[in-house]
């Protein structure tokens, strides 16, 4: 393994490494239970029930880390499933997969609020197709956090 600073390459074996993710994937769902458990306090204060009844989800391009489920099962204490985006026909072989639920879950949210004209391009502005991609994925962006 390259080390940093000028010094020299050190060894590092698979279940070393392991430890060392593990511990971080371990804190790092940690912060995310911490999190859910101040909005379920939240949520109780105003009389709102909330529990993980159906469990945790997981998705993206980080769901497909090895020992990901396990390790997320054990922090929240509940199922978990790891996701592919839903609904898509064509391609399927190809965008059906974790790491593109971001991206699929932006166009299908696109596409069904079209009368939001989110990336039609229909503001007049002169430019390349990338800066009109560029231009709508800002409008999401913006509209996403407008309702959020």
Sequence with gaps: MASIGGR?????TKSDLSLITSARY???????KDELDKLKA???????????IAGVVITGGGAQIEDLKECASNVFHCQV???SPLNITGLTD?????????VVGLLQYNYSNSDDDLISGSDDSEGTFFESIWQGVKK????VRSEF
Excluded: D, M, W
């Design 42 to 52: 939240e949520l109780e204060a105003k009389h709102i029930k909330f529990e993980l």
């Design 140 to 143: 999401i962006v913006n509209k």
């Design 26 to 32: 371990t804190e790092l769902l940690g912060v995310v």
């Design 8 to 12: 020299a390459p050190r060894s590092l």
């Design 94 to 102: 190809y965008v059906n997969r974790p790491q593109y639920s971001t």
């Design 81 to 83: 499933h790891i996701a």
